[in-house]
């Protein structure tokens, strides 16, 4: 484990990456006995120094939830970052290409919550009772740690991954729709380059909600009413450049669409 300086420093200098956009070198190369409890220790100081500047939880964001995730960065096991007000965009928005370093796209689900959710046994059916709607968004992933080599333990320190998320098409209510099935395919510059079904993300995307509400509990913490989750991403990332616009059509759920400018 390491100490609670350490923590402090290594927050810090994310911070100061996101500032710069540029990335640090890998945790793990630098700290090799870091833990997964290391990183959400250096993320929870990362969020609230945040907090402290203003910024207001939104809700948490689930991540590396589906094969095709696990896949793309070598990591398999789920993990979490925190969602801020400020990251929140609506459908048809422009999206400055420069305000992320290595921005990537990925397809995901995102759970609007009525009730509060806490675990330790937090299950599938606590989470759809719990739901308020359901409603299509894009993640748009950033990364202030270099990507070659990146385990779970420097993604979590890295909330995540988290940069933003683009909310739109059609909101549902839980029961309205098999979520499972609920499919999309994500265009770039009116091209093809991925398609998915929500059943990826743990066979239902709603697994991923649970999962989160049982992990923070070993935290003391838990979901509040009205938070918003981004429940996974059933794509493999979709790498973006500068001027590409990209459009996720969902079928009966509607579409969103961003442009990077």
């Given at each position: 484990?390491?100490?609670?300086?350490?923590?402090?420093a290594i927050a810090d200098e994310l911070l100061q990456a996101a500032r710069t956009r540029t990335p640090v070198p890998l945790l793990t190369a630098r700290y090799p006995g870091m833990t997964v409890e290391d990183s959400y220790a250096v993320q929870q100081l990362w969020r609230r120094r945040h907090e402290e500047a203003g910024r207001t939880l939104l809700g948490r964001k689930i991540g590396l939830t589906?094969?095709?995730?696990?896949?793309?960065?070598?990591?398999?096991?789920?993990?979490?970052?925190?969602?801020?007000?400020?990251?929140?965009?609506?459908?048809?928005?422009?999206?400055?290409?420069?305000?992320?370093?290595?921005?990537?796209?990925?397809?995901?689900?995102?759970?609007?919550?009525?009730?509060?959710?806490?675990?330790?046994?937090?299950?599938?059916?606590?989470?759809?009772?719990?739901?308020?709607?359901?409603?299509?968004?894009?993640?748009?992933?950033?990364?202030?740690?270099?990507?070659?080599?990146?385990?779970?333990?420097?993604?979590?320190?890295?909330?995540?991954?988290?940069?933003?998320?683009?909310?739109?098409?059609?909101?549902?209510?839980?029961?309205?729709?098999?979520?499972?099935?609920?499919?999309?395919?994500?265009?770039?510059?009116?091209?093809?380059?991925?398609?998915?079904?929500?059943?990826?993300?743990?066979?239902?995307?709603?697994?991923?909600?649970?999962?989160?509400?049982?992990?923070?509990?070993?935290?003391?913490?838990?979901?509040?009413?009205?938070?918003?989750?981004?429940?996974?991403?059933?794509?493999?990332?979709?790498?973006?450049?500068?001027?590409?616009?990209?459009?996720?059509?969902?079928?009966?759920?509607?579409?969103?669409?961003?442009?990077?400018?």
């Amino acid at each position: 484990m390491l100490d609670a300086q350490t923590i402090e420093a290594i927050a810090d200098e994310l911070l100061q990456a996101a500032r710069t956009r540029t990335p640090v070198p890998l945790l793990t190369a630098r700290y090799p006995g870091m833990t997964v409890e290391d990183s959400y220790a250096v993320q929870q100081l990362w969020r609230r120094r945040h907090e402290e500047a203003g910024r207001t939880l939104l809700g948490r964001k689930i991540g590396l939830t589906s094969k095709a995730m696990q896949a793309a960065t070598g990591i398999t096991e789920p993990d979490y970052g925190a969602i801020f007000d400020d990251m929140v965009f609506q459908t048809g928005c422009d999206v400055e290409w420069d305000a992320y370093t290595h921005p990537r796209v990925e397809v995901e689900l995102a759970f609007v919550l009525k009730h509060r959710l806490k675990g330790p046994d937090c299950t599938l059916f606590d989470v759809l009772n719990a739901t308020d709607y359901v409603v299509p968004a894009l993640e748009i992933l950033d990364s202030r740690i270099e990507m070659e080599g990146r385990t779970i333990v420097d993604t979590i320190a890295d909330n995540a991954a988290m940069g933003a998320m683009v909310v739109g098409g059609r909101p549902v209510r839980p029961d309205a729709v098999d979520l499972r099935w609920v499919a999309a395919i994500l265009y770039r510059n009116q091209i093809v380059e991925e398609t998915g079904v929500a059943a990826g993300v743990l066979d239902h995307p709603a697994a991923g909600v649970f999962w989160l509400a049982n992990k923070l509990a070993a935290h003391d913490d838990g979901l509040a009413a009205g938070d918003i989750i981004l429940a996974g991403s059933f794509t493999r990332p979709l790498w973006v450049q500068k001027g590409d616009t990209v459009h996720a059509d969902y079928g009966p759920l509607g579409a969103v669409t961003c442009h990077f400018r």
